[in-house]
């Protein structure tokens, strides 16, 4: 069973910037980060697979950066320009290397307790 921890979360002002972190309990393949404001579905926002792949939602592209130290087990998002519609809980998952390949939570297994964003205007 994977452990995984969130931290870093905060409230900002718009345009500013935190960093996520997620530490895993032990080595896993594919590390995503999801997000779910209150009322709306949980939606996908980077994932990080184990050849050092990355993919990102839309609506983060050129504003998100994931990235994973695998020596310790650590999957990080730094956030940068962010927007009130940022705003959510914010959720580290992994699961096995295909998952990687789509943003659907059902393909993710392991899930942290999630970390709160909150952006202001």
């Known amino acids: 069973q994977v452990q995984l921890v969130e931290s870093g979360g905060g409230s900002v002002q718009a345009g500013g910037s935190l960093r996520l972190s997620c530490a895993a309990s032990y080595g896993t393949v594919c590390m995503v980060w999801f997000r779910q404001a209150p009322g709306k579905e949980r939606e996908g926002v980077a994932s990080?697979?184990?050849?050092?792949?990355?993919k990102y939602a839309d609506s983060v592209k050129g504003r998100f950066t994931i990235s994973r130290n695998v020596k310790q087990d650590t999957l990080y998002l730094q956030m940068t320009s962010l927007k009130p519609e940022d705003s959510a809980m914010y959720y580290c998952?992994?699961?096995?290397?295909?998952?990687?390949?789509?943003?659907?939570?059902?393909?993710?297994?392991?899930w942290g307790q999630g970390t709160q964003v909150t952006v202001s205007s």
């Open positions: 990080h697979n184990s050849a050092g792949h990355t």
């Open positions: 998952a992994a699961g096995p290397d295909w998952s990687c390949l789509s943003f659907s939570p059902d393909d993710y297994v392991y």
